[in-house]
């Protein structure tokens, strides 16, 4: 088996429509592909149609704050019918909208010839997040979005929005018959770095694995992060966090080895 269990749609802020994204797979040599839409199973049901020989995994990841920083959560195997991860999601979606339209104001105060029906547009549908924001100022000639001169973390065109504690998601997903990830915990391109001490403390909470093979993480980090989930007793997954023509990441760049695959799917039930 290959698998890649970190793979977004036009359901959020990839470029990839759900019903593709498993022929995509096939065609990477993937037997297994998570959808981990940001906040949203709104691409599952598409992707799980168009499966194939490929299979599917329901996933979600979901914007979480872990002390002073946001960090990101992968729930796999969840049941999507789950009513509170359900209510939650569509409330980090309701704010995740209020958020980008005020980026957008606060872009055009700051002298961004862009407009809100432009992002909309790029957004296609999806809830509105900082890469269709980056998208629109691009095609303006914007070429440095997140940096602290537009939408990075506490940027000038930055807006706090509303996020759960990491250990309330990880307490959601598992509620939901899944198992929760972290996912690039070190990555070079993202402010938050997560600890020991704090990797420690999600293990505490329920976290069942790191994210350790990740185009965003080097390869020395990703060996301190195995020699990490080994001491806490985590299992490791690897994953190319696809999203499309937005990166320039391959589906399947980085894979999940399958006895982990197995491992993560029998704590969530066997799902």
Same mark, same amino acid.
């Given at each position: 088996?290959?698998?890649?269990?970190?793979?977004?749609?036009t359901?959020?802020?990839?470029?990839?429509?759900?019903?593709?994204?498993?022929?995509?797979?096939?065609?990477?040599?993937?037997?297994a592909v998570?959808?981990t839409?940001?906040?949203?199973?709104?691409?599952?049901?598409?992707?799980?149609?168009?499966?194939?020989?490929?299979?599917?995994?329901?996933?979600?990841?979901?914007?979480c704050?872990?002390?002073?920083?946001?960090?990101?959560?992968?729930?796999?195997?969840?049941?999507?019918?789950?009513?509170?991860?359900?209510?939650?999601?569509?409330?980090?979606?309701?704010?995740r909208?209020?958020?980008?339209v005020?980026?957008?104001?606060?872009?055009?105060?700051l002298g961004?010839?862009?407009? !809100? +029906?432009?992002? /909309?547009?790029?957004?296609?549908? =999806?809830?509105?997040g900082r #890469?269709?924001? %980056? *998208?629109?100022?691009? &095609?303006?000639?914007?070429?440095?979005?997140?940096?602290?001169?537009?939408?990075?973390d506490?940027?000038?065109?930055?807006?706090p929005?509303?996020?759960?504690?990491?250990a309330d998601?990880?307490?959601l997903?598992r509620a939901?018959?899944?198992?929760?990830? !972290? +996912?690039?915990? /070190?990555?070079?391109?993202?402010? =938050?770095?997560?600890?020991? #001490?704090?990797? %420690? *403390?999600?293990?505490? &909470?329920?976290?069942?694995?790191?994210?350790?093979?990740?185009?965003?993480?080097p390869?020395?980090?990703?060996?301190?992060?195995?020699?990490?989930?080994?001491?806490?007793?985590?299992?490791?997954?690897?994953?190319?966090?696809?999203?499309?023509?937005?990166?320039?990441?391959?589906?399947?760049?980085?894979?999940?080895?399958?006895?982990?695959?197995?491992?993560?799917?029998? *704590?969530?039930?066997?799902?």
């Amino acid at each position: 088996m290959t698998i890649d269990l970190h793979a977004h749609s036009t359901a959020s802020d990839g470029t990839t429509p759900p019903a593709e994204l498993p022929r995509l797979a096939a065609g990477a040599g993937l037997t297994a592909v998570a959808l981990t839409d940001h906040d949203t199973f709104a691409g599952l049901a598409a992707a799980t149609a168009a499966a194939g020989d490929v299979e599917v995994i329901p996933g979600v990841e979901i914007s979480c704050r872990l002390d002073d920083a946001e960090v990101h959560l992968l729930g796999l195997f969840v049941d999507p019918g789950h009513e509170p991860l359900a209510a939650e999601l569509a409330l980090v979606r309701t704010d995740r909208d209020r958020r980008g339209v005020r980026m957008v104001e606060r872009c055009r105060e700051l002298g961004a010839p862009i407009t !809100l +029906a432009q992002v /909309r547009a790029i957004a296609g549908g =999806a809830p509105l997040g900082r #890469p269709h924001i %980056a *998208a629109a100022l691009a &095609a303006a000639g914007i070429t440095d979005a997140f940096t602290p001169e537009w939408i990075a973390d506490g940027g000038r065109a930055d807006v706090p929005k509303h996020v759960l504690a990491a250990a309330d998601a990880i307490a959601l997903v598992r509620a939901a018959g899944g198992v929760a990830v !972290l +996912a690039h915990p /070190r990555s070079v391109k993202r402010r =938050a770095s997560v600890s020991d #001490p704090q990797l %420690a *403390a999600l293990r505490d &909470a329920g976290l069942a694995g790191i994210e350790a093979d990740h185009p965003e993480q080097p390869p020395q980090v990703r060996d301190r992060l195995r020699e990490v989930a080994a001491d806490l007793g985590l299992l490791v997954t690897g994953s190319s966090d696809f999203h499309g023509d937005r990166k320039p990441v391959r589906l399947g760049e980085c894979t999940t080895a399958p006895e982990v695959f197995a491992a993560l799917r029998q *704590a969530a039930g066997g799902r």
